[in-house]
């Protein structure tokens, strides 16, 4: 059973560049059949879905959010990365690092990390 | 992109009542739903997938039906520890979408 890991910054400045980490234990991050997302939730709110990576390095991500984002996976350190530019108040959020099969049959997600914008 | 409504947002409901919450997709999304509960400061966890496959360990009162553009996530008789805000999630055309959410609170 996979378990994941969000590390982050808590406190990122407007206008800078926020940098998570989910680190994956319990399975090999290139040799499982899996995908690799974030999700976040402003607080009191609803999930929004950030952006997935799937077998192979083909990366699908919120059009909303597309042009601020860059995801990428550590096969050596057995992470997956997120970045995101340009924070403002709106991008505050508790942010978790998800993994599933294709159907979902099989679904991890991290504890999530909670992240403030402030300067 | 897909649209997902879901309602309702809110409800209040009894011990013992059975819960119906629905979720609309702005197109076919083949058998890519799920459905999630999430609990105060806790993540997400699946109940459903493929519409109607319960993850193991859910409790049967918990049930998903629907297809082509309508998903139904069914509780048949609440408990006291299942008030807590429940979403749908479609996964197809490898584009997210979360329902809005619905938050089931005690009456």
């Known amino acids: 059973q996979l378990q994941l890991q969000e590390s982050g910054p808590g406190l990122v400045k407007p206008s800078e560049t926020l940098s998570l980490t989910c680190t994956v234990s319990?399975?090999?991050?290139?040799?499982?059949?899996?995908?690799w997302g974030w999700i976040r939730q402003p607080p009191g709110k609803g999930l929004e879905w950030i952006g997935t990576i799937y077998k192979g390095g083909v990366i699908y991500q919120n059009p909303s959010l597309r042009s601020r984002i860059t995801m990428s996976v550590d096969s050596s350190k057995n992470q997956f990365s997120l970045k995101l530019t340009s924070m403002t108040a709106a991008d505050a959020a508790v942010y978790y690092c998800a993994s599933q099969n294709w159907n979902f049959e099989e679904s991890y997600w991290g504890r999530g990390t909670l992240i403030t914008v402030s300067s | 992109d897909i649209q997902v409504t879901q309602s309702p947002s809110a409800m209040s409901a009894s011990v013992g009542d059975r819960v119906t919450i629905t979720c609309r997709t702005s197109?076919?999304?083949?058998?890519?739903l799920a459905w999630f509960q999430q609990k105060p400061g806790t993540a997400p966890k699946r109940l459903i997938y493929s519409i109607s496959s319960l993850q193991s360990g859910v409790p049967s009162r918990f049930g998903g039906s629907g297809s082509g553009t309508e998903f139904t996530l069914t509780i048949s008789s609440l408990q006291p520890e299942d008030f807590a805000t429940y979403y749908c999630?479609?996964?197809?055309?490898?584009?997210?979408?979360f329902g809005q959410g619905t938050k089931v609170e005690i009456k």
């Open positions: 319990g399975g090999s991050i290139s040799s499982t059949p899996y995908y």
């Open positions: 197109q076919g999304v083949s058998s890519d």
């Open positions: 999630l479609q996964h197809n055309s490898h584009s997210w979408t």
